[in-house]
């Protein structure tokens, strides 16, 4: 080098040193191929061609341990995300002594300490030429191990061999002559990639559904059945038009595959979650450097068998969603915090297995501890034979190895070792009570301590309880019923505090369901004064008393005559509950779809149209912090008994905080009312309201869903089929047909064009609400819009008189509003 010519020696040791960085810098920043005499080791690593993916050894993020693996993982995010691993099972300690290289037989091998001791292989046996094999990792993230001299000659991929993630492009394959399905495993816990106790795949039987095992034995969650068109029990699977789904079925082989939009859906995956058991659908969110959960099966954590361990019991309705029944203690508290729970729990204290009829003392004899409303845990042992409950339960304390028994209807049940699968608070129709054997002293009372109470109870506690109860009466539960009064005439004026009981009983235990969404269920209510109300209960919330008052406080100073008023409020512990005004006629949706009796006509519907927007135009502009509602459908279009239209649930996705997770689940699929920012990452704004508004007015207009069945093979996106229309003058064909055409021309195609501008892909195309509502009163003059990207690409031919984009124009008595407009939409591309 020219540097060590001269005569300084630190000069030409500086030089050398620099030489020396740079080939460790070329040996680490490789090719995406490892051919015959290349090798993997140590922090090198090998890229896909554009970037996406990267082959390396890595460590689990989080992990305190110096096991390294070879995996992929993307490249592009800021957070390692593995989606395959190849020594899942087998780490290694240091990886500048392993190396992973073709073998002299061709395959992909991962060697360890400098010896020929291999720890995985690719294991294939019908390689031809191992002198021209190599390994390339592709920009979708598939490993493939080809002959280098015929790419089109593939001995190896890990598609066929995925761990805990689908990708798209990838397959999960029933083998129809081996009898063999392919299937995703989830990792052990957090930070351990070894496989787990939950696999994802094809029914092991041939029948063309997917199913999530438990230990490969016990079915936690099925898709239904293929009917040709969708999976009975999860239909949006097939109609997301954010990805697209193909259903395979030939002589060898059925499968099902799926891609994204390439452009926009890069970071999507599919993913078994080792925590909860759940196949769940993950996006990257680059603005909030966070994978973010928009799709999940089963809906129910507590529907998968198992999930919470040995004498652990779900609850669906709080979180966390596992913990130990009384008297026992996690076992391995690294273990479950790393989410591996199927080590249980354990017994704080053992049981001194003495039965009734022993003479050891009653403070050292075992006893039952009542749960109710339980799912039952599996596997017991039923004894026919026993008639009584005191009977069933001397049974059970007399055998050492039973820890639980339950009498019902049809007999005795006693449970020998550990339970499993047990749900408190259950939903069940089959729930029931039961006795779970404890040691005395974990007892709420031993056993001589209740034959006190109740002889206490007979000689002198009825009288007072009777003369307590005499006062509660005159006390207690008239000025409750006052209170009750004087908060149902407040309510008209003020936002009001209630408590759990109050709402417990104007609901009438909650036993008149109106619905539900992501936020929790709504229920009817009445307060005294025959006033009508809706109480929603909230799920999955878990924010601080202070900061829940402090937002309800402002969501029900919030009023405007298009907006559902919110009544009052409960948090009392965990129980959050809103009280809002009762709409009599339901939901839009209902209207709209369900209501062929009396179908909504045309100036009811664009009376509809303009209000809602008015309500949302007052939510984004007019309120002292701008709300964006983050869930517009027409399920949260409420109408009273004129009919007339108020948006619910403003101000929750803000009240539950960052976590929108709980709204994706009711906006995904066919009914598409999730605008792009929420995929690509890009700043959410009140623009992605704008753009379920325009969806959900493709709908009044047609009166169906946008997502339909067309043909017996195919489905049709309706907002394809308006813009098609619009461009070629058919906008009478976009009516509902139940209207027979009765309808204002003009006002229809003002809401077809209109619903074109709001769902551009580019926000900064769409209008704001204050201008939609001008545009549906007649005070601006639209032009037809272009037609978005994603629709295009939904389309396979377009006409070819497609205009180029318009623009919105002032009539004369617009206001300044217009100009601004147009010059947003005149900036739009098709």
């Avoid at 039952?368 to 026919?384: A, G």
């Avoid at 003020?494 to 909650?510: D, G, H, Q």
């Avoid at 009478?732 to 047909?737: A, F, I, M, R, T």
């Amino acid at each position: 080098m020219a540097c060590c010519s001269s005569s300084s020696i630190e000069s030409c040791f500086c030089c050398c040193f620099l030489f020396s960085l740079l080939l460790l810098f070329s040996s680490a920043t490789s090719t995406d191929t490892i051919a015959v005499n290349d090798s993997v080791t140590g922090n090198q690593s090998i890229t896909s061609k554009d970037g996406n993916f990267v082959l390396g050894f890595f460590t689990p993020p989080g992990s305190s341990s110096l096991n390294y693996y070879i995996g992929i993982w993307y490249n592009k995010i800021s957070v390692l995300t593995p989606v395959w691993v190849a020594n899942r099972a087998t780490p290694v300690t240091d990886p500048t002594t392993s190396e992973l290289r073709i073998s002299d037989d061709g395959n992909l091998v991962l060697r360890v300490n400098y010896s020929k001791t291999i720890l995985w292989s690719t294991n294939v046996t019908t390689i031809s030429s191992s002198n021209s094999t190599v390994a390339v990792i592709l920009d979708n993230g598939n490993l493939q191990l080809m002959d280098g001299s015929n790419s089109s000659l593939i001995f190896w991929q890990s598609f066929d061999h995925p761990t805990d993630t689908w990708l798209p492009g990838g397959k999960l394959v029933f083998n129809k002559i081996t009898k063999r399905p392919q299937h995703l495993t989830s990792w052990k816990n957090k930070v351990d990639p070894s496989p787990g106790i939950f696999t994802y795949g094809m029914d092991p039987t041939g029948c063309l559904q997917y199913l999530i095992l438990w230990n490969m034995s016990r079915i936690c969650w099925a898709s239904g059945l293929w009917d040709g068109h969708e999976f009975s029990s999860v239909p949006e699977a097939t109609s997301n038009y954010m990805y697209h789904m193909q259903v395979v079925n030939d002589t060898d082989e059925m499968y099902v595959t799926y891609t994204v939009d390439e452009t926009n859906y890069l970071t999507s995956r599919l993913v078994l979650d080792y925590d909860s058991g759940e196949i769940q659908e993950l996006v990257w969110m680059e603005n909030l450097k966070s994978w973010m959960l928009i799709w999940a099966q089963p809906k129910s954590k507590c529907s998968v068998y198992g999930v919470c361990g040995p004498f652990g019991s779900c609850t669906d309705f709080r979180s966390p969603f596992c913990y130990c029944v009384k008297g026992f203690r996690i076992k391995s508290q690294r273990d479950w915090d790393l989410g591996d729970r199927s080590q249980g729990c354990e017994r704080m204290t053992a049981l001194q297995c003495s039965g009734l009829n022993n003479n050891s003392a009653d403070s050292e004899k075992d006893g039952f501890f009542e749960m109710t409303n339980v799912r039952l845990p599996d596997n017991p042992f039923k004894l026919t034979m026993l008639r009584s409950s005191q009977d069933c339960e001397l049974v059970c304390l007399n055998n050492c190895s039973c820890n639980a028994y339950s009498f019902n209807s049809s007999g005795c049940f006693v449970w020998q070792g550990e339970l499993l699968n047990l749900q408190e608070e259950s939903n069940e129709s089959d729930a029931g009570t039961l006795y779970l054997r404890l040691a005395a002293s974990e007892l709420p009372s031993s056993e001589s301590s209740k034959k006190r109470v109740v002889i206490w109870v007979i000689v002198g506690v009825v009288p007072c309880i009777i003369v307590c109860l005499f006062v509660v009466c005159i006390l207690i539960l008239k000025p409750g019923r006052r209170r009750m009064v004087q908060k149902s005439e407040a309510v008209q004026s003020s936002l009001v505090s209630f408590t759990y009981n109050e709402l417990r009983i104007a609901t009438k235990n909650f036993s008149d369901k109106l619905g539900g969404g992501g936020f929790g269920s709504v229920f009817k209510g009445s307060l005294p004064g025959s006033i009508d109300i809706a109480v929603k209960k909230l799920e999955g919330f878990y924010q601080g008393e202070k900061q829940f008052r402090a937002e309800v406080s402002t969501l029900g100073a919030i009023q405007h005559v298009n907006l559902i008023r919110l009544m009052g409020f409960c948090s009392q512990g965990t129980k959050k509950l809103l009280v809002y005004e009762f709409m009599s006629s339901g939901s839009l949706a209902t209207q709209l779809f369900h209501n062929n009796s009396n179908v909504l006509d045309w100036n009811t519907r664009y009376q509809i149209a303009i209000r809602t927007a008015r309500g949302l135009a007052y939510l984004h502009e007019q309120c002292r912090d701008n709300i964006i509602h983050c869930d517009i459908k027409p399920e949260n279009i409420l109408l009273d008994d004129a009919l007339m239209p108020k948006v619910a649930d403003f101000g929750l996705a803000k009240l539950f905080g960052r976590n929108f997770s709980k709204v994706l689940t009711t906006i995904r699929g066919s009914r598409g009312y999730l605008a792009p920012e929420w995929i690509e990452g890009t700043p959410i704004t009140t623009k992605v309201d704008v753009y379920s508004y325009g969806m959900m007015l493709f709908e009044i207009i047609s009166g169906k869903r946008n997502l339909v069945c067309a043909t017996d093979s195919c489905f049709e996106f309706f907002p394809t089929v308006a813009t098609s229309k619009l461009i070629n003058g058919d906008v009478e064909g976009l009516l509902d047909h139940r209207l027979e055409g009765e309808a204002d021309l003009g006002e229809l195609e003002v809401a077809c064009k209109l619903a074109g501008w709001c769902i551009q892909d580019d926000e900064s195309s769409r209008p704001t609400m204050s201008q939609i509502v001008q545009a549906l009163e007649g005070n601006l003059d639209i032009n037809i819009p272009p037609i978005p990207k994603f629709l295009q690409d939904l389309t396979d031919s377009w006409p070819d008189n497609i205009n180029s984009p318009g623009n919105f124009s002032s009539n004369q008595n617009s206001n300044s509003c217009a100009s601004s407009t147009s010059h947003q939409i005149n900036n739009a591309t098709t």
